[in-house]
């Protein structure tokens, strides 16, 4: 097990272990950031590999105009430093972009995710209700039940200046 900073980090061209992720989470690979859908299939990803190739973590993201979108952000090495690592990247590329300011989408459950983002500056930006709700009639395999069976119909924009 390698620590954070010994992790290679590279572009992510091959997309399939991201959209196998994205299904068994989420229920789909696209998701809705600011009233926008994105699909992570078609949109730039990084990754965080251990050196015998393993996955440590993956984030799809975008740009658009000085705004960047943290789509997706999966550790699969929790409570090692490794999700904030990923993060940093994403930022670190979004600034290199052009980009002032980042948001990411939460559902109402992601009581971790909103930590997470919460204690490293991002702040509260939108609220939209039954935004998951509305979505599922898009996309009718999106979870119902999140984190600790706590039903999801929400969508919680945070952001952070770049």
């Known amino acids: 097990m390698s620590a954070p900073e010994e992790l290679d980090l590279r572009i992510v061209t091959d997309k399939r272990e991201l959209l196998r992720i994205m299904l068994a989470s989420w229920g789909s690979h696209s998701m809705m950031i600011g009233l926008h859908v994105y699909d992570v299939a078609e949109i730039d990803a990084l990754g965080l590999f251990e050196p015998d190739g ?17 789509c997706a952000l999966h550790s699969l090495k929790t409570g090692e430093g490794v999700a904030i690592r990923m993060l940093d990247a994403v930022i670190f590329s979004a600034r290199k972009a052009g980009a002032k300011r980042l948001k990411a989408m939460l559902t109402n459950d992601n009581m971790p995710g909103m930590t ?35 039903p999801i119909h929400d969508a919680l924009e945070l952001e952070i200046a770049l």
């Open 54 to 70: 393993t996955t440590a973590a993956l984030a799809s993201w975008t740009v658009r105009g000085d705004t960047a979108y943290l």
């Open 116 to 150: 997470f983002y919460q204690r490293r500056g991002f702040r509260l930006s939108g609220l939209y209700l039954e935004a998951i709700d509305a979505y599922r009639s898009v996309v009718p395999t999106i979870i119902k039940t999140g984190y600790m069976d706590i």
